[in-house]
T-cell receptor, first 116, second 115 residues
Framework: AQKVTQAQTEISVVEKEDVTLDCVYE???????LFWYKQPPSGELVFLIR??????QNEISGRYSWNFQKSTSSFNFTITASQVVDSAVYFC?????????????FGTGTRLLVSP | DVKVTQSSRYLVKRTGEKVFLECVQD?????MFWYRQDPGLGLRLIYF???????EKGDIPEGYSVSREKKERFSLILESASTNQTSMYLC??????????????FGPGTRLTVL
């Protein structure tokens, strides 16, 4: 069965600190996709990244970076030099081949609070 | 840009009322989804549809039904609203693919309160 665990319920940092949001997943499939979404206070989920199981290269996009490690079933998200605008709830999600790839299973989310 | 819109941002209904939540997307996506979001539980899939008049149950379909008469519109129906259906409801859409997952794009959400 597929499952996504975000053990950190809430993280508080001061602006300019680096912060890592953890995501651990469970799947029996060899082919799957992992996602990160951001939900700012406005409520709309904003897509950040999609990664397939065959691509373990880390990715960097500006202040955001993602570390995908199949050996530990983790897909962690790091924000460098955090800013107040990064305050949001962040969700990690998984889809897999045996559900036809159409369904996403979400973690419970991590609320990030960045104070000035 | 993908645009997914939901008919209301906030809605207050009474127990027993029939409630319609509407979602429209403008990107010709085949897939549409309804989720509910509750604190500590993340997003849970209620129903999804991969074509007009087609629907599939998600993880928590009890107490809900859906309707997809047109490709761009997906409605969530609470036949008889109950207080435990007070929640944030999120609609999403994506391209239908067979061998991979396309990104789901979300609407702004409807916060429903059932009194």
């Amino acid at each position: 069965a597929q499952k996504v665990t975000q053990a950190q319920t809430e993280i508080s940092v001061v602006e300019k600190e680096d912060v890592t949001l953890d995501c651990v997943y469970e799947t029996r499939d060899t082919t799957y996709y992992l996602f990160w979404y951001k939900q700012p206070p406005s409520g709309e989920l904003v897509f950040l990244i999609r990664r397939n199981s065959f691509d373990e290269q880390n990715e960097i996009s500006g202040r955001y970076s993602w570390n995908f490690q199949k050996s530990t079933s983790s897909f962690n998200f790091t924000i460098t030099a955090s800013q107040v605008v990064d305050s949001a709830v962040y969700f990690c999600a998984l889809s897999e081949a045996n559900t036809g790839f159409q369904k996403l299973v979400f973690g419970t989310g991590t609320r990030l609070l960045v104070s000035p | 840009d993908v645009k997914v819109t939901q008919s209301s941002r906030y809605l207050v209904k009474r127990t027993g009322e029939k409630v319609f939540l509407e979602c429209v997307q403008d990107m010709d996506h085949e897939n549409m989804f309804w989720y509910r979001q509750d604190p500590g539980l993340g997003l849970r899939l209620i129903y999804f549809s991969y074509d007009v008049k087609m629907k599939e149950k998600g993880d928590i379909p009890e107490g809900y039904s859906v309707s997809r008469e047109k490709k761009e519109r997906f409605s969530l129906i609470l036949e008889s609203a109950s207080t435990n259906q007070t929640s944030m409801y999120l609609c999403a859409s994506s391209v239908l693919t067979v061998v991979s997952t396309d990104t789901q794009y979300f609407g702004p959400g409807t916060r429903l309160t059932v009194l």
